[in-house]
């Protein structure tokens, strides 16, 4: 379960003190990453990541996930993607499904559409220069430097 925010996460964490349900925790603050990554890997008891996006973008393989959950998303979808890389690293035997919760009319909504308006422009980027400039519309060049 990703979240950008370390407060939601703490949410998370009090619910699953409650339950006694057994997690895994990383974010920012936490010392010892392997720790943390190895709990979750190698304890069958413990069935839940709770991951700072941030935090938890870089440098783990998550082979024993199959279900990713990002709890809120980031404006930037390379963040998310590069977070749910984590459960696709060399070793993964099993599907894995992604989730985003989204409410609609909510903010999330709205980033979510922010994500899919910069997939596209990077998707026009990424084709030869020519066809790209040729394809920008007033919008996307106002996006751009805004």
């Not at 709205?110 to 997939?119: A, C, D, G, S």
Request: net charge negative.
């Amino acid at each position: 379960m990703f979240s950008q925010f370390v407060q939601m996460l703490s949410i998370m964490r009090e619910y699953l003190d409650q339950e006694a349900i057994d997690y895994a925790y990383l974010d920012g603050s936490t010392r010892d990453r392997e720790q943390a990554v190895n709990d979750f890997q190698n304890n069958e008891d413990i069935r839940i990541f709770l991951i700072s996006l941030k935090a938890g973008g870089v440098g783990l393989n998550l082979t024993a996930a199959d279900y990713v959950i990002h709890y809120d998303p980031w404006w930037n979808p390379a963040v998310e993607m590069q977070a749910t890389d984590r459960a696709h690293r060399i070793g993964q035997f099993k599907k894995v499904f992604v989730y985003k919760l989204i409410s609609k009319d909510s903010v999330e909504e709205k980033i979510l559409q922010l994500q899919n308006q910069k997939k596209t422009l990077v998707k026009k980027l990424i084709s030869t220069e020519g066809e790209f400039f040729k394809a920008l519309s007033k919008e996307d060049i106002i996006n751009l430097f805004s």
